[in-house]
């Protein structure tokens, strides 16, 4: 990654429920600097079943950087993450 590069990704929310409703989420980084910052926070609303991909996109200010991207739930406090920039 080159620094200044915007990297896209994506995120996709599934309600896994019966019922219909509203997901609030938080999308935040803490990068390899120690440095965390909050990219996204929001809330979906979705049926009983579906699911909405989130485009999303990292600035990379140090080409060096790696940096843990964090998905959270924050209605429940499930988080899921990975790692950008990705090995090839």
Known sequence: VAAAELVPF???I???GNASGTIPYKV???WSTGEQDVIDENVVSLQAGAAQTIPEQLKFEVATETADVYLELTQTGQT???VLPRAQ
Do not use: A, G, L, P
């Open 14 to 16: 599934q309600n896994t």
């Open 80 to 82: 899921s993450h990975f």
């Open 28 to 30: 935040y980084v803490k």
């Open 10 to 12: 994506s995120i996709t």
